[in-house]
């Protein structure tokens, strides 16, 4: 079956600096949802991606789908304590259930 | 209004007992979802309903059992809870289902449930 591997678990920044997570997919994708999840919250939706190569930016947030759609990577420009959680990507392919990756946890030291 | 809400938030219980989790969403959406995060943080699916009908049931033990009675609720019992059970569980909803037509999902802010 699909599988969508994240890296890396957790990420510990200080304030101010860059940050980013990756996720890699065993089969070719579809598309890729990314989430976010505050300490102590539910998952949230940021974004999805569709096209090959395809780059969305929401304010610091950079989101990359690869050339093939195997791949995709969220950056963080500038962390700030607000960015604090852990970061979901989910894979959707085929006949395939959309499985999530295991999640990057993001702690920023102010 | 919240968009998916699920009942009760928190479940403190002993081993061997039943317990159930309820979840609606208003937003109109025709597939719902069960998804267990344990301490690790993983979320996995459980079970997806489409208009009330099962379409995704993954190896979870018969010990769990969804219901869906109509396409804007989706409850999960569980008999003879075990203490590997403890786990933050998330209903979810989407528009679509998946593949190239993989719908956005909106989680419910999640029930903790820890088995004694």
């Known amino acids: 079956g699909q599988q969508v591997m994240q890296i890396p678990q957790y990420q510990h920044v200080q304030e101010g600096e860059d940050f980013t997570t990756y996720c890699n997919s065993s089969?070719?994708?579809?598309?890729i949802q990314w989430y976010k999840q505050r300490p102590g919250g539910h998952p949230v939706f940021l974004i999805q991606?569709?096209?090959?190569?395809e780059v969305k930016k929401q304010k610091r947030l950079t989101f990359q789908f690869g050339e093939a759609k195997k791949n995709s990577s969220l950056h963080i420009t500038a962390t700030q304590t607000t960015d604090v959680g852990t970061y979901f990507c989910?894979?959707?392919?085929?006949?395939?259930?959309?499985?999530f990756g295991r999640g990057t946890s993001l702690i920023v030291h102010p | 209004d919240t968009a998916v809400s699920q009942t009760p938030k928190y479940l403190v219980t002993q081993m061997g007992n039943d317990k159930s989790i309820k979840c609606e969403q208003n937003?109109?959406?025709?597939?719902m979802y069960w998804y267990k995060q344990d301490s690790k943080k993983f979320l996995k699916i459980m079970f997806s309903?489409?208009?009330?009908?099962?379409?995704i049931n993954e190896t979870v033990p018969n010990r769990f059992s969804p219901k869906s009675p109509d396409k804007a609720h989706l409850n999960l019992h569980i008999n003879s809870l075990e203490l590997g059970d403890s786990a933050v569980y998330f209903c979810?909803?989407?528009?679509?289902?998946?593949?190239?037509?993989?719908?956005?999902?909106?989680f419910g802010e999640g029930s903790r449930l820890t088995v004694l």
């Open positions: 979810a909803s989407s528009q679509g289902g998946w593949g190239a037509d993989t719908g956005e999902l909106f």
């Open positions: 989910r894979g959707s392919g085929g006949s395939y259930i959309p499985t």
């Open positions: 991606l569709v096209k090959s190569g």
């Open positions: 089969t070719t994708l579809s598309n």
């Open positions: 937003l109109g959406h025709d597939t």
């Open positions: 309903y489409n208009n009330k009908e099962l379409i």
